[in-house]
């Protein structure tokens, strides 16, 4: 019986250990972002002609639904927002916020439909926008 008690102790002993270490890990890791914009970045709206035949193929398998993805390669990263299928055409997407945070980029787009008073094209429409920016490895958070 004295050898059970005593690995059970030495089981709870690390068990405790362990929990202390994972919780001194998470709590004082340098690499929290506070959110807060560090700069804005220069981003170029890509047209359908400029943009790579590998997304260009990814985005035609996803645009019936809303789809948000990156892709990146020599010339730089390319952020995709998609508002899926849309009963009428007319819509436009502007960018409100593409900029950097400590560990993040950050983009916020909005779907605009037709302009009131203006008619709408007849038929289905997928609405994205493709926006270019500079090679940065940091997650891209879509807002």
Known sequence: MGITANWKKVWLIALVAWVFVVRCLSGCSAGRDSGDKVRDLDFTVVGDAEVPEDLKKTIEEKKT???????????????????GEQEESGYSIGVNALYLTDNSIVIDTELKGPESGESAGMGKSYPYIVVKTEILENPVIFQ
Request: charged share 15%.
């Open 65 to 83: 639904a809303p789809f948000k993805l990156t892709y990146s390669d020599d010339q730089g990263l390319y952020i995709v927002t998609g508002y």
